[in-house]
T-cell receptor
Protein backbone atom coordinates (compact mmCIF):
# COMPACT_ATOMS: atom_id res chain seq x y z
CA UNK A 1 0.00 0.00 0.00
CA UNK A 2 1.42 3.37 -1.01
CA UNK A 3 1.90 5.85 1.80
CA UNK A 4 1.07 9.53 2.08
CA UNK A 5 2.90 11.47 -0.63
CA UNK A 6 4.04 15.06 -0.26
CA UNK A 7 5.82 17.47 -2.55
CA UNK A 8 8.09 19.26 -2.73
CA UNK A 9 10.34 17.77 -0.05
CA UNK A 10 12.28 21.01 0.37
CA UNK A 11 11.56 24.63 -0.39
CA UNK A 12 13.53 27.81 0.18
CA UNK A 13 11.82 31.18 -0.31
CA UNK A 14 12.27 34.76 0.78
CA UNK A 15 9.91 36.42 3.21
CA UNK A 16 6.77 37.90 1.70
CA UNK A 17 6.83 35.34 -1.12
CA UNK A 18 4.11 32.73 -1.59
CA UNK A 19 4.50 28.98 -1.39
CA UNK A 20 2.26 25.93 -1.83
CA UNK A 21 2.56 22.36 -0.64
CA UNK A 22 0.80 19.34 -2.07
CA UNK A 23 -0.39 16.17 -0.35
CA UNK A 24 -1.79 12.94 -1.77
CA UNK A 25 -3.27 10.80 1.01
CA UNK A 26 -3.50 7.03 1.16
CA UNK A 27 -6.15 5.81 -1.28
CA UNK A 28 -9.58 5.69 0.30
CA UNK A 29 -8.68 7.72 3.36
CA UNK A 30 -11.45 10.20 4.09
CA UNK A 31 -9.66 12.28 6.72
CA UNK A 32 -6.66 14.47 5.94
CA UNK A 33 -4.55 16.54 8.31
CA UNK A 34 -1.92 19.24 7.92
CA UNK A 35 0.60 19.75 10.74
CA UNK A 36 3.35 22.32 11.27
CA UNK A 37 6.52 21.19 13.06
CA UNK A 38 8.95 23.87 14.13
CA UNK A 39 12.49 22.72 14.86
CA UNK A 40 12.78 21.11 18.30
CA UNK A 41 9.02 20.88 18.84
CA UNK A 42 6.35 18.30 18.22
CA UNK A 43 3.94 18.65 15.29
CA UNK A 44 1.01 21.05 15.70
CA UNK A 45 -2.29 20.44 13.92
CA UNK A 46 -3.17 23.24 11.49
CA UNK A 47 -6.28 21.88 9.78
CA UNK A 48 -8.29 18.68 9.49
CA UNK A 49 -10.52 17.73 6.56
CA UNK A 50 -13.22 15.08 6.43
CA UNK A 51 -13.62 14.40 2.70
CA UNK A 52 -13.59 17.96 1.30
CA UNK A 53 -15.09 19.64 4.38
CA UNK A 54 -13.12 21.34 7.15
CA UNK A 55 -13.51 19.70 10.57
CA UNK A 56 -11.03 21.78 12.56
CA UNK A 57 -9.00 24.82 11.48
CA UNK A 58 -8.75 26.51 14.86
CA UNK A 59 -4.93 26.61 14.76
CA UNK A 60 -4.60 27.79 11.17
CA UNK A 61 -3.35 31.41 10.83
CA UNK A 62 -6.04 32.34 8.38
CA UNK A 63 -4.60 35.74 7.52
CA UNK A 64 -1.78 34.04 5.60
CA UNK A 65 -2.47 30.30 5.48
CA UNK A 66 -5.11 28.59 3.37
CA UNK A 67 -5.85 24.98 2.56
CA UNK A 68 -8.20 23.16 0.28
CA UNK A 69 -9.09 19.60 -0.53
CA UNK A 70 -10.89 19.52 -3.82
CA UNK A 71 -12.85 16.34 -4.62
CA UNK A 72 -11.96 14.94 -1.21
CA UNK A 73 -8.63 13.49 -2.30
CA UNK A 74 -5.50 15.63 -2.81
CA UNK A 75 -4.91 18.73 -0.74
CA UNK A 76 -2.84 21.88 -1.00
CA UNK A 77 -1.62 24.15 1.78
CA UNK A 78 -0.64 27.69 0.83
CA UNK A 79 1.20 30.43 2.67
CA UNK A 80 0.85 33.96 1.33
CA UNK A 81 2.87 35.99 2.27
CA UNK A 82 5.46 33.92 4.15
CA UNK A 83 7.16 35.13 7.32
CA UNK A 84 10.45 34.05 8.84
CA UNK A 85 8.61 32.21 11.62
CA UNK A 86 6.91 29.97 9.04
CA UNK A 87 10.17 28.07 8.63
CA UNK A 88 9.19 24.55 9.62
CA UNK A 89 8.37 21.08 8.36
CA UNK A 90 4.83 20.76 7.07
CA UNK A 91 3.44 17.28 7.56
CA UNK A 92 0.40 15.78 5.92
CA UNK A 93 -1.39 12.77 7.41
CA UNK A 94 -4.47 10.73 6.52
CA UNK A 95 -6.76 8.22 8.16
CA UNK A 96 -9.76 6.18 7.09
CA UNK A 97 -13.30 7.40 7.77
CA UNK A 98 -14.09 6.42 11.34
CA UNK A 99 -10.45 5.64 11.92
CA UNK A 100 -8.81 6.18 15.26
CA UNK A 101 -5.51 7.77 16.06
CA UNK A 102 -3.59 4.54 15.57
CA UNK A 103 -4.64 4.53 11.93
CA UNK A 104 -3.36 8.04 11.19
CA UNK A 105 -0.44 7.77 8.77
CA UNK A 106 2.02 10.60 8.18
CA UNK A 107 3.87 11.62 5.06
CA UNK A 108 7.58 12.52 5.02
CA UNK A 109 6.89 16.26 5.19
CA UNK A 110 7.97 19.37 3.29
CA UNK A 111 10.82 21.32 4.86
CA UNK A 112 10.33 25.08 4.35
CA UNK A 113 13.03 27.66 4.95
CA UNK A 114 12.01 31.32 4.78
CA UNK A 115 14.92 33.75 4.41
CA UNK B 1 -0.64 22.21 25.91
CA UNK B 2 0.73 18.67 26.21
CA UNK B 3 -0.51 16.88 29.32
CA UNK B 4 2.60 14.74 29.70
CA UNK B 5 6.13 15.10 31.04
CA UNK B 6 9.00 13.22 29.41
CA UNK B 7 12.79 13.44 29.82
CA UNK B 8 14.28 15.42 26.93
CA UNK B 9 16.80 12.72 26.04
CA UNK B 10 17.95 9.20 26.90
CA UNK B 11 20.69 6.81 25.84
CA UNK B 12 20.42 3.04 25.52
CA UNK B 13 22.95 0.43 24.43
CA UNK B 14 22.12 -1.55 21.32
CA UNK B 15 20.54 -4.90 22.19
CA UNK B 16 19.37 -3.77 25.60
CA UNK B 17 15.83 -2.87 26.58
CA UNK B 18 14.96 0.81 26.25
CA UNK B 19 12.56 2.03 28.94
CA UNK B 20 11.02 5.42 28.20
CA UNK B 21 9.08 7.00 31.07
CA UNK B 22 6.13 9.35 30.84
CA UNK B 23 4.26 11.21 33.60
CA UNK B 24 0.61 12.10 33.09
CA UNK B 25 -0.65 12.89 36.58
CA UNK B 26 -3.78 14.75 35.39
CA UNK B 27 -5.05 12.00 33.09
CA UNK B 28 -8.84 11.62 32.98
CA UNK B 29 -10.71 8.32 33.13
CA UNK B 30 -11.58 8.32 29.44
CA UNK B 31 -8.15 9.36 28.17
CA UNK B 32 -5.82 6.90 26.52
CA UNK B 33 -2.02 6.86 26.58
CA UNK B 34 -0.60 6.85 23.06
CA UNK B 35 3.01 6.54 21.96
CA UNK B 36 4.39 7.72 18.63
CA UNK B 37 7.93 7.99 17.38
CA UNK B 38 9.55 10.17 14.75
CA UNK B 39 12.69 9.03 13.02
CA UNK B 40 14.84 11.79 11.55
CA UNK B 41 13.36 13.31 8.35
CA UNK B 42 10.21 11.21 8.59
CA UNK B 43 6.69 11.79 9.85
CA UNK B 44 5.54 10.42 13.22
CA UNK B 45 4.68 6.73 13.40
CA UNK B 46 2.12 5.14 15.73
CA UNK B 47 3.64 2.60 18.15
CA UNK B 48 1.08 1.53 20.75
CA UNK B 49 -1.72 2.77 23.00
CA UNK B 50 -3.54 1.69 26.15
CA UNK B 51 -6.22 2.72 28.61
CA UNK B 52 -5.64 0.80 31.85
CA UNK B 53 -4.08 -2.54 31.06
CA UNK B 54 -0.57 -3.23 29.91
CA UNK B 55 -0.31 -3.72 26.16
CA UNK B 56 2.17 -5.45 23.87
CA UNK B 57 2.53 -5.56 20.11
CA UNK B 58 5.27 -6.41 17.65
CA UNK B 59 7.01 -3.08 18.23
CA UNK B 60 6.87 -2.46 21.96
CA UNK B 61 5.23 -2.96 25.34
CA UNK B 62 3.32 -0.34 27.29
CA UNK B 63 3.22 -0.52 31.08
CA UNK B 64 0.64 1.76 32.76
CA UNK B 65 0.71 2.16 36.54
CA UNK B 66 -2.37 1.20 38.49
CA UNK B 67 -3.21 4.83 39.29
CA UNK B 68 -2.63 5.66 35.57
CA UNK B 69 -0.49 8.66 36.47
CA UNK B 70 2.55 7.36 34.64
CA UNK B 71 3.56 4.85 32.01
CA UNK B 72 6.65 3.29 30.46
CA UNK B 73 7.25 2.36 26.85
CA UNK B 74 9.58 -0.62 26.54
CA UNK B 75 11.52 -1.47 23.39
CA UNK B 76 12.73 -4.95 24.34
CA UNK B 77 15.85 -5.21 22.18
CA UNK B 78 16.81 -1.77 20.92
CA UNK B 79 18.55 -1.43 17.57
CA UNK B 80 20.19 1.55 15.89
CA UNK B 81 16.99 1.95 13.83
CA UNK B 82 15.12 2.78 17.05
CA UNK B 83 17.00 6.09 17.36
CA UNK B 84 14.17 8.63 17.21
CA UNK B 85 12.07 11.12 19.16
CA UNK B 86 9.39 9.32 21.16
CA UNK B 87 6.16 11.14 22.00
CA UNK B 88 3.86 10.16 24.86
CA UNK B 89 0.37 11.60 24.32
CA UNK B 90 -2.69 11.51 26.52
CA UNK B 91 -5.97 11.99 24.70
CA UNK B 92 -9.55 10.94 24.26
CA UNK B 93 -9.74 8.46 21.42
CA UNK B 94 -10.52 10.19 18.11
CA UNK B 95 -9.61 13.58 19.53
CA UNK B 96 -6.88 15.60 17.85
CA UNK B 97 -3.28 14.75 18.72
CA UNK B 98 -1.37 17.33 20.74
CA UNK B 99 2.35 16.55 20.58
CA UNK B 100 4.81 17.69 23.24
CA UNK B 101 8.57 17.80 22.74
CA UNK B 102 9.06 14.09 23.37
CA UNK B 103 12.16 12.16 24.38
CA UNK B 104 15.11 11.94 22.01
CA UNK B 105 16.35 8.34 22.30
CA UNK B 106 19.90 7.59 21.21
CA UNK B 107 20.79 3.95 20.68
CA UNK B 108 24.51 3.50 21.20
CA UNK B 109 26.44 0.83 19.25
Amino acid sequence: EAGVAQSPRYKIIEKRQSVAFWCNPISGHATLYWYQQILGQGPKLLIQFQNNGVVDDSQLPKDRFSAERLKGVDSTLKIQPAKLEDSAVYLCASSPRGGTMETQYFGPGTRLLVL
Amino acid sequence: DAKTTQPPSMDCAEGRAANLPCNHSTISGNEYVYWYRQIHSQGPQYIIHGLKNNETNEMASLIITEDRKSSTLILPHATLRDTAVYYCIVMIRDDKIIFGKGTRLHILP
